[in-house]
């Protein structure tokens, strides 16, 4: 797709019909609580597998028109408030120069992953500049959010910087991450020189994300449950508040208003407190974190808007089992500036139509519960 055909396509995007989870994350009233499911476009869904019988996985990112029809897949499906768009946090290392692949049933694996700093200047290539590597990315927002054709809005992603360089380090998945954790007790300097230009790079893949029309954003760190308290504040902390702010003041720059963001911090329960001070519009919430924590949170953070956290693998429960979690989930968290979601991606044997229950117990539960709160009370009295 030519620079002319996506601007022109940039001019006029339809009218938003769904705006639920803006106004979520803005705290403002809601008809219903809004409810997205991470991962929503992908492996549980058996036209997304047909597709990737034909395509790789990273030619699907890489080619717009297939990365709109898997995104528009689950909402043909179900009665999602957001789409997000199909790509992967690794798509950043790939524009950077380094070779990734994605093997069946492994996983993401680094072709040449960073042993020693010496190698960061041999495979990591400081040149590259996100509005061109990653054109791709854009093209597909742009021409996904006029698909959409206002039907909700569409989200844009980005690892973050202490999760991106994991992978790099790592070379693939890890439960422990010990290589990557090595370098931030032996490469103290080099470390933090890694993540600074990763943050960099991060903050202008998604600005170039609001501009080719995204309408909310979430950064995930996932990565996070190898760290301690110690490590998080210093390699991982700083990095996510300059993205936060980084983000917005490139937007003001550029005369564009304003999106949400959302930070995931998977298994980040030790640092809610320093998440919801950090100038992000909502925090995600995964499914280790306590109802007593939630309830502290609303208290502490009333302007915050908090997402989550229902346990991926309670789709696998029976039907009414899962909507007495839902309504559990509800009566935590409350109606008022949440977004809905499982507490982590879904996972590949989802059962799809428990996903569909999901989502519409969600609205209804909720919607039941916010009628309830704005009915008047009748109250007898006596002369």
């Excluded at 989870?21 to 499911?37: K, Y």
């Amino acid at each position: 797709m030519s620079n002319s055909t996506i601007r022109q396509l940039q001019k006029e995007f339809p009218p938003i019909k769904n705006n639920l989870i803006l106004r979520a994350c803005r705290g403002e009233p809601v008809e219903h609580v809004p409810i997205w499911i991470m991962r929503q476009a992908g492996r549980y869904l058996p036209e997304y597998l047909s597709l990737r019988s034909q395509h790789s996985f990273f030619d699907v990112c890489r080619t717009p028109a297939l990365v709109c029809e898997v995104t528009l897949q689950p909402l043909r499906r179900f009665d999602l408030d957001a789409a997000i768009i199909f790509s992967d946090i690794l798509v950043v290392p790939q524009a950077l120069g380094m070779q990734v692949d994605m093997i069946a049933k492994e996983g993401p694996r680094f072709a040449h992953p960073l042993n020693v700093p010496a190698d960061i200047k041999i495979r990591v290539d400081r040149t590259k500049q996100a509005s061109v590597e990653l054109k791709y990315v854009y093209d597909a927002i742009t021409l996904t959010r006029h698909a959409l054709n206002g039907q909700c809005p569409l989200i844009g992603f980005s690892g973050a910087p202490w999760t991106l360089m994991s992978y790099m380090v790592e070379g693939k998945g890890s439960e422990t991450h010990s290589k990557a954790k090595k370098w931030l007790y032996t490469y103290i300097e080099e470390s933090h020189d890694l993540l600074q230009f990763l943050t960099h790079f991060v903050i202008d893949h998604l600005i170039e994300q609001v501009c080719a029309g995204a309408q909310l954003l979430q950064l995930f760190e996932s990565h996070c449950g190898c760290l301690n308290h110690d490590l998080f504040v210093r390699f991982s902390l700083p990095y996510l508040r300059q993205i936060a702010k980084g983000v917005r003041d490139g937007l003001t720059r550029r005369q564009i208003p304003y999106v949400p963001i959302i930070i995931f911090a998977k298994d980040a329960h030790y640092a809610l407190d320093e998440l919801c001070s950090s100038s992000f519009d909502v925090v995600g919430l995964d499914w280790s974190v306590t109802r007593k924590q939630i309830r502290t949170l609303r208290e502490k953070y009333p302007t915050v808007t908090l997402q989550g956290n229902l346990d991926p693998c309670a789709l696998y429960a029976s039907q009414d089992d899962l909507e007495k979690m839902i309504k559990q989930m509800l009566e935590i968290f409350g109606t008022k500036s949440y977004i809905a979601n499982l507490g982590h991606g879904i996972y590949p044997d989802a059962n799809v139509d428990n996903v569909k229950h999901f989502i519409d117990t969600v609205h209804r539960i909720s919607k039941d519960m916010i009628k309830s709160e704005t009915t008047p009370k009748i109250i007898n009295s006596h002369k």
